[in-house]
Structures are given as C-alpha cells and as structure tokens.
C-alpha cells in the first residue's frame, strides 16, 4: 500500500474523553469509467464509514497501536460519476484504555483508489481540506459500560442532523480538519491490512414483548469514576489501582425527609458511607443482588453523605442514586460552583498504589501493604482525623481557607470533582431501581413490535408514570440495537440490555451498565446504535411521552465474523443435541475480530480461553483464518511483559502463566489442523523468547515458582499468587513439550532438543517434589513459605494426566480417579475446566462417562432455559440450585465443549497428519443408537459420517470424505459391523 493521505484529527485535544468526531469530504469523479474503487481506512479509536449515506463498515478490528490495523472497502459501485460524492466518517475515540484498546490519541486516516486498467489513481486522501466536526448530539458525560469496555451511549437527536452522511448536507460550519502527521506518526508506527474478513451483520428480531409496566424513576441517579480522578494520569492503562479516600457531597432539602441512598453494585473499594457522622458500614447496609441501600432521616438544610473507599479500583465506576420523601438537590461541601464542577468533592487519595500482574517479586509486599493501610482506613488515616471531616463546618473551613490557617495542611487533599467524571444520570441505576412499577397486562397490538414487517405498534403512556417494555429476542445475541419511532420531541427512550430473567426476576450482570438513552427529536426517526452489546432482554423505558410512541421495530443488528455452520450434530437424545446447538451458538457469537470470552459484560480476547475455542471452532465452522489472527497478536504484548499478557492487546498488563502455556499448545495446534509450515517458523521465536523467560524463573529444585495470577479453575483449588503450583509446572513441561514440535519445523533442532529435555527435568521434578505417596496424588501447590498444600483436585490430577506427568501405577490411579474421585478432593468447578477433563477422559476411553457429565452439567443449564453456555456451572444453595444465582456470564464460549467433544469422539473424527490430510474416524456409541454429523476440513470439503447401531451389537458407519484425505476407519472395540466409504471427486 502506497499512502498520500495523512493522519488527521480535530478539536483542541488530542485524545478527548469519549467523544464522537464527525468528518466528510466531497468530491466529484469526472469519469465514469473506473473499474474499481478501494477506500483503505483505519482510526484510533472505532470508526463507522459511509459513502453518499450507504454505511459501508465498521473497524478498525483490534490491534496494538504500534501495528495498527487498516481495513480496504470495495467501494466503485457506490460511486457517481459527474456528481457530488461523499465520504462521512465517524470516529468514536475512547480517551481510555480498557480491555481491548490501549490509549493512542484521536486520529483518522482514510485513501480512495480507483482502478483504471493497470493504473491505480489516488483520487481522495485525508488531509487538511476534509471537514470535521465533533458529533454535537453525542452525549461525553456517561460512565463506561464496564471495565473491560468503553462508554455507553446517550444520543441527543435534537441537537444533530442525521443527514450529515449525505452529498447534500452543508457543512460550511464545520471546521477543516488538522493533520497530524503521516503515515508512520506515532502511536501509529506501522500499519498492517486486516486478515480477516468483516464482520457479517443481520437483522434478529425480537420473540415477544415480555411484559408492560407502569414505573416512577428516583429523582436523582448518577455515576463517578473514581479511578480516574483520584489517579491522574491512570487514563492511559486499565491495570486495578489500590488507594484510600472519601468522596463527599451535600444533600440539601427543604424540610426534614426521610431518604433512601442506593450505593448500586458495591465495588470492592466500598466500605461503608457517613449521613451527617453516623457511619453504615457495607455489611450492614440493605443487600439487594450486588446494590447496597441505606435509609436515613435526613435534617432541614444541609446533610452531609460521606462515601467512605478503601482497596482495589479497576475502573468501574461508582454508581449513586438518591430517593427522598421531599424535593432535594446535591451541592457542593467546599462551595465551589461552576459549569465543569460537579457536587463532589473527593478527599485523598492517602494511599495508592498501581499493581501490575506481570510484576513479580517485591511488588506484592508492597500491594500487601496497601491492603493493610486500606483495613486501618478510617480509625488512622495520614494527615487529616477522619473525625474532623465529619462536619459540615470542617469542609466549608477548608474550602475558604487562603493557605493563611491550619487548615491549609488539610485542603491540598479536597479536591472538587470535575463534570468530566461524573454523569449526567444513569440509565443503567434506573432501569435496576425504581421508585414504584406496577405490572400490566401487554396488549396483543404491542406485539407487533417482534414482526419482521413494519407494522405499528403505541407503547401506551401512563399520567405521571414512565412506560417500561421488556423485549425477548428469544436467545442471547451480539451486536447493535436499532429502532425506528415516531415521537414527541424530547421524548426519551432509555435501553438496557441484560441476559437472564427467572419468573420476572432479572439477573443484573455485575460491573455491567449496558444501557443507551436516545432523545428523540420531533416525528419519524429512525437510530441504529454505534456501540457493540450483548444480551437476550432489552428493557425499553419511555419517559416524559405526552402520546403513546408510535414503534415500528426494535432488532438486533447482530454482528459475528462470518462463518458457515459446517459442522453438524445429530442424535436421538434430544438433550444432547440442544446442548451441542447453544455450543454452536455460543461459539459464533464469541467470535468478533478475535475470539472474545463474552459478547456482554468484557468482549475481550483472553489468550488462554482461545486455545479451547479454536478447538471448537475447528470443528462447528472451520474459522482457521480467526485462529491465526488470535495467535499473532500475542507477542505483541512483550511490551508490557517477556511473560506475554493473558488478554491481548489490552491496557490491562496482567499476566496467566497457564494462559501464556496454551497459547503456545494451540500454536502447535494451529499448525496439526492447516499443515502451514510459514507460520510455525514465524511464530517461533516469539514462543522461544517467553518461554526461554520463564525458564529463567525455575527454582533451585528445578520447579517454576513467580508471582503472578496463577489461575486454572472457578473452584476452591490452592493456586496461590506466590508459591510453586503444580498445574501450572504441569502445563509448562506441555508447553516444552509443542515448543519444541514448532522449532522442529522451524529448522531450529538443537533449541528443540533443549526444551525436550528441559520438560523431561522438569516432569522429574514435579514427581519428585510435587507428589504426596499418602494421598496417593499430586498436591495442588507448595506455598511461598515452603508448606505444601493440603488441598488435593481433581484439577491437578487432570492435568497431570494431560500433561503426561506419571506414568505406571500411578498413571493407572490417576485414570481411575477420573471416574470415581477420592473423598475431599476439589471437584471440578467451570465448564472451561470440563474441557481438560474431557480431554482427559477421551484418554482414559472413558467416552461414555464423559458424555453423561456433559448431559448432566449443560443439562442443569437448559432446565433455565439457557440459549449459550454458562461461563460457570449452576451455584448451588441450600443443596438445590440457586435460580437467583446461577452464573455470571451467560454466554462464554470456554464452555462451549460439546461443539469439540460430540465431533471429535462421538462422531470419532480425528486427524492423524498436519493440515488434517489424514483422518481417524472411530466413533463411540456412548450409549446412543445412531448419530450423524458433519466435520469441518481447513482446505476444502467436509467430512460427514453417519452411523447406526444394528443387532447384535452390529454398527452400520457411513463416511463421505474429499478424495485427497487419507481415511483410517475404525469400528469401535467390541464391535462388528459394515463400512462404507464414499469419496466425493474419484
């Protein structure tokens, strides 16, 4: 790629907090007669293309600042020639890191090509003569949807014309923009073209309109980032910061009130709040899902609400609603007052303290003692007596004082809040609280709003009272919510996505605001949101309507990389089936740019969930192309850590040793499934540089022992922070054991040879030192201090067993223990680990066993009508299944196994040879009396098998492959019967 064009931004910062940047440019093509036309495009941060008011793409897809990703749009047939055309961009530029962006600066660059026989023409290229203009209706002051994400959106349609796309529209009041330098400027040193193909989008529609309700919102909602204004400057990470300090306010009323203040999803740094001196620590505040609530008498005049924070923040925002019996507003305590200024002061932070996973050594101490300090806030604070700041009279003191009293030594740590930080109402605090919502039945009319055709439907206003809808769309999904209505101007329409209800009950999913307000403007408009969700239920709240609102559709534009649905399943147990369809569900919608852990609440690649997911992948759609541009991300993360990062690329360095372990398995992996040799010599040195690191911190006993997030599983496992664990000793003699596979390709023998003989030592070790005689099993860890752990898992011993650790009698326990588990050992506690048993089970020929687990375990999950799989298994209380609490996140495609297992061995396609040139297929019967199904190939084709279960124990296998793959068939042990082999193109 040739560039002319140049980087250009607008506006007076260079990298504003969320704000939406419009740009255009016109121009006239005097000729007709081009053959092709190719707008190469990228932004920093997300940006949305249209050509004379067709929306062409969405991207850049994610990518670290220093490759920034570029897309190429074929554009020719939506050109004119002789007439204005138009190129419109809008660039949503974040101003934050998070999960899956690390914090550049505002810029877009944009070139149309045409073709012209041999010769490309540069006809348009962003420069100085483009227009641009921030996106007037775009409403900065909302909080982050999350942590891992970006902001929510607030559309004011009053305030922008939606016409700004077209040929047409005069954007003589717009400024030019400015450039901000070349192609290669920094953050943006070098540019690499897509991989991968856009993402697909279509319409899904809703199945039913849920229920109708009558509802008053509290009269005052609002959120804070509190991360970001108690630690300047932590705007350019997402890594969790640990401080102490109060925020304050004012509320003032009329008359004495009663007042209930709801402090919505108690953040780990919450620790109680002071109301006028009286101090309602966290746990005795009323619990309602993860919202603490707290009623209060409050006085004539001003009372004082002190929120009272101590340990770890990770951006996610402190939301506050206030409901009180008599009108009230919120003042500032210090008395300043001004457009910018918000009614918060915060006071501290006393103590803070940035920790980054991938660190290791001394900076836990240091973290430790951050924690302490935090568990002695508010009997010893530093510098100021938390008693003196319980008064009103105090915080006025301060705030007058000129630096000439005592109290000057206290005023350097008041500081007011800016509006920056601070919403200007939340949507997402409405919709989980309302002062009162009263049920109705839905009229059949409203139903019409689920049709595929435009028919009209009034969402009903109530006198005095706001209107709430809740949308099914039958099953989860991904992607943008769109509307069309017909409406009063100002009437506001507030959206909030969430994943499960349970007999009206609705789960809010934790650290999640997934929620848009849309402002109408006057008559017929139409919206289609510019911000990614996930979810099944969209609650709709109409407020301040004086008519009913005329609504003639609400869809999901679901967005997902584009796959076909290749493989297939199919058997006589109904349940086995429905849960090898949400597996398949559940995998496509965790598939974006990269594999993504959820569609809702993160949206983020996590390196290690990935490895599992291209297995799944590989056998429900193929999607090798998706897989290879997950594993080349990953070194871009040495930046942050020589350990590589568990979530790529992201503002959040932390690290997963077992996460780094499978990248490298599934790098291996990558190449048994396609046979690509470049990209096993590509790959490796950056295999070889993190793991000749990790090697560096083998201990005297030749066993891996660091400070690091040493996880595997949601269960009660010892995997401590610091401290040798064995699963993760296990999964690095893997990780040797597929380096060296890699080097071999790579023609680098004797670095292959040393990392076998490297895993041999360290397998010696881990039998050594890391097995119990008396307990017959490994232990799960040996602590820091030196004590081995008195926790034994069936996770260790899967892995070992994954890991091909031991071997004779104690092989032959272990195996054993997969079926009938010792007394006390941890059970397995996700469906991510149920992979590695799984895995584990096929091993031991185990099949059956493995199958029943996974009719029990997702089986629990269709009984509440799960339409994905859960990230975790069903919570349990009481011995019973808890309703009200059963996961976390109700799409995740870790669990998504049985779309792998189901093919893999009960349809028994294996391949035997890289790029899957020759197959194994040997089924297992599991019971079943017939299946059939299909197995995606990486080059070409599919295989299909069908087979069926006779008398006599007799099997009839059927098997349909391309005729260049080399089948060995097999009927299962004990069994007799008939092949038939059809081979497609002889």
Known sequence: MRWTAKWIWGGSESSPRNEWRCFRKTFVLNSGDWEEGMLSISADSRYVLYVNGTRVGRGPSRSWPSEQSFDTHEVGHLLKAGMSNTIAVLVQHY??????????????????????????????????????????????????????????????????????????????????????????????????LRTIPPLAE???????????????????????????????????????????????TLIRTGKPAKAVIGLLYALPILQGAFVNGVYYPKKKLKAVQTQRYVEVDLQSGDNLLMIVLAGSDHSRGLFIGVDCSEPFELVSPVGVAGDDVSPFVSIGPFISYEYLDHQYGPEEKAKQRVIEACAAFGSDLPDMAPEAAQTIEWFRAVGQSAGADELDAYSRWIRPISNTYVSEESVFAHAIWKKQSIAMPVPAALQHLTAAHAVPSFIPVYEEQDTEIIVDFGRQGSGYI??????????????????????????????????????CREGHQQYTSNVRRGFRYLMVTVRGARTPVKITGIQLLQSHYPVAE????????????????????????????????????????????????????????GGEELVKRCLELVPGSASQTPLYADQVPSGFSSVIPNWTFFWVNACEEYYERTGDRSFAAGIWPHVAYTLD?????????????????????????????????????????????????????????????????????LSAAINRHLWQEEKQAYLDCIHSDGRPSDIFSMQTQVVAILCGIPNGERKEMLMHYLVSPPSGFVPIGSPFMSFFYYEALAQADQHRYMVDDMRRQYGQMLDYEATTCWEMYPK??????????????????????????????????????????????????????????????????RIDVSWRMEEDSCMLLRVWLPAAIEAEVRLPVGVEGNVEIYRLGE
């Open 202 to 248: 279509e319409t899904v529609y809703p199945s039913r309109v849920e229920s109708l309700s009558q509802v008053v919102p509290i009269p005052w909602t609002g959120c804070i980032d509190l991360r970001n204004h108690m630690i300047p400057g932590s705007e350019t990470d997402a890594n969790a910061t640990h401080y102490a300090g109060y925020v304050a």
């Open 482 to 519: 769109q509307f069309k209505v017909e409406a009063e101007a100002g009437t506001v329409l507030d959206f909030y996505g969430f994943e499960h209800m349970h007999e009206g009950w609705i789960q809010y999913t934790t650290y999640l605001d997934n929620s848009l307000r849309y402002i």
């Open 566 to 621: 290749t493989g297939r399943f199919l058997c006589p147990d109904q349940t086995l089936n429905e849960i090898w369809r949400i597996s398949r569900h559940t995998a496509k919608l965790c598939m974006e740019d990269t594999f993504v852990d959820c569609p809702a609440y993160e949206q983020t690649f996590w390196v290690g969930d990935s490895r599992n997911e291209a297995l799944i992948s590989y056998y429900l759609f």
């Open 876 to 941: 349990m209380k009481e011995g019973r299944i808890d309703p009200y609490n059963l996961t976390r996140s109700h799409c995740h495609a870790w669990s998504a196994a049985p779309g792998y297992f189901l093919g893999a061995y009960v349809l028994g396609v294996q391949s035997t040879a890289p790029g899957m040139r020759k197959v194994k297929i040997e089924p297992h019967p599991c019971g079943l009396e017939w299946a059939r199904g299909s197995v995606p190939l990486p080059g070409e084709g």
């Open 693 to 761: 690191h990790y090697l560096k911190l083998l201990n005297e006993n030749g066993l891996l022992s660091l400070d690091a997030w040493n996880f595997l599983d949601w269960a009660p496992i010892d995997q401590p922070r610091e401290g040798i664990v064995t699963h993760q000793n296990m999964f690095l003699v893997k990780a040797l054991q597929s380096a060296a596979e890699l080097g071999g390709l790579a023609g680098d023998g004797k670095k292959a040879s040393q990392y076998r003989e490297t895993a041999e030592r």
């Open 95 to 192: 101003g934050v890191s998070n999960f899956y962006y690390i914090r550049g600066r505002g810029g877009l660059l944009a070139q149309l090509d045409l073709r012209l026989g041999q010769e490309t023409v540069r006809q348009v290229a962003t420069d100085d003569t483009w227009r641009t203009s921030r996106h007037e209706g775009q409403g900065k002051r909302v909080q982050r949807m999350s942590s891992q994400q970006g902001f929510v959106e607030r559309i004011d349609a009053r305030l922008w014309d939606e016409q700004w796309i077209e040929p047409d529209f005069n954007d003589g009041c717009w400024t030019h923009a400015c450039i901000v330098g070349e192609v290669g400027t920094a953050p943006w040193t070098a540019l690499l």
